[in-house]
């Protein structure tokens, strides 16, 4: 029997330390527990946002494993499954599939800048021999991009690869990326991993996100797109704002993912110190990144204001013009294709 295609929101979940610097498993269970009851369609571990570098290969099969049990098929779980080779990555997809995870992502080879012959001839090998449906990961910021013939052939000749994550924010390559797929895989699946442009590419025609903000608001995530794909527009780009000002505030005031790792904290969950060290200023940022994130999580009912109250009025709000402009950019060109 087919799968459903990947479909909402992933949360790339991250993972809470324990004081010696292991996996908490208890808070990790407490917190995908509160992701589920919040709403969020599916979770998204070992991705970029969850560190997955930053962890043994072991570790890696572990905390898929602890989500796997307690999530317990509610939810479809998306699972990282980069690893150093080829051969390494078609291990962790056998093992994944072991568990039952609904599929894999795997990004394109890192470190190397290798060309598109290359990238292909790598997922086509993951292809002939993974028992898992596979997502292919397009992150060029860190990893070698894969291109739209690239997408394209592997859509064409390769079952089991499903769906692609794209982390460029480049709402011009999705549309591309859909024309050239869709028509002879109508069931292939589109995720954006950029939060700031969520709305406009579910706009043009993407079937959901892997959003890093999710983990942490994740009511504001998935209200953003019951309205959008249910074309409350202006209702939705009021959401956006204030999801592009939240997620701008973690991803551009730290050293990624500590932002986000600062907003989770406050929403209750016992974070711990990362595995990556800060220096004494950068740990004083991050006491001053948290003061403004409780701020802004407070003006949407999800904590208290810090002591001392927050300050009035926000400059740094972002102009609803500029997103206007995209959002109906979007809609003009969906509706002069007749898809709107």
Same mark, same amino acid.
């Given at each position: ?10 949360? /790339? ?50 905390? %898929?494993?602890? +989500?796997?049990? *307690? ?23 056998? #093992? ?15 470190? #190397?800048? +290798?060309?598109?012959?290359? %990238? ?13 449906? %596979? ?13 739209? /013939? ?81 074309? *409350? ?6 959401? *956006? ?22 907003? %989770?904290? +406050? ?14 200023? &950068? ?21 208290? &204001? ?21 959002? &109906?950019?979007?809609?003009?060109? +969906? ?6």
């Amino acid at each position: 029997m087919a799968k459903a295609p990947l479909k909402g929101i992933f949360t /790339p979940n991250l993972i809470p330390y324990t004081a010696d610097g292991g996996i908490n498993e208890h808070e990790l269970r407490r917190y995908a527990e509160w992701l589920i009851e919040r709403g969020v369609h599916g979770l998204y571990p070992n991705g970029s946002t969850g560190e997955f570098t930053r962890f043994t290969p072991e570790e890696r099969r572990r905390i %898929v494993a602890i +989500l796997a049990d *307690q999530v317990r098929g509610r939810v479809p779980i998306l699972a990282g499954a980069a690893e150093a080779n080829v051969k390494e990555t078609i291990a962790a997809c056998e #093992y994944y599939h072991s568990l039952g995870i609904r599929a894999v992502a795997i990004v394109a080879p890192f470190y #190397y800048k +290798l060309s598109p012959a290359s %990238v292909y001839a790598y997922f086509a090998e993951i292809g002939r021999n993974t028992p898992i449906d %596979v997502t292919l990961y397009n992150i060029p910021m860190f990893a070698s991009p894969i291109d739209v /013939p690239t997408i394209q052939r592997l859509s064409e000749e390769f079952e089991k690869i499903v769906a692609i994550k794209d982390s460029s924010g480049d709402i011009p390559n999705m549309i591309r990326m859909i024309q050239a797929v869709k028509p002879n895989r109508p069931d292939f699946a589109f995720l954006t991993g950029w939060d700031a442009a969520l709305m406009p590419m579910l706009l043009a025609g993407a079937d959901g996100g892997t959003n890093a903000s999710s983990g942490v608001v994740p009511e504001l995530t998935r209200k953003l797109y019951d309205l959008t794909t249910t074309y *409350q527009i202006d209702a939705a780009r009021a959401v *956006q704002y204030d999801l592009i000002k939240l997620f701008d505030t973690m991803i551009y005031s730290a050293e990624f993912p500590e932002g986000f790792r600062a907003a %989770v904290g +406050l929403r209750g969950f016992k974070m711990g110190t990362g595995r990556q060290p800060l220096s004494d200023k &950068q740990k004083t940022d991050i006491t001053t990144l948290s003061r403004e994130l409780q701020c802004m999580l407070s003006n949407h009912g999800f904590t208290d &204001q810090p002591v001392g109250g927050c300050p009035i009025g926000d400059s740094s709000a972002p102009n609803p013009a500029d997103v206007s402009a995209i959002v &109906q950019q979007v809609v003009s060109e +969906l509706s002069r294709r007749g898809l709107m």
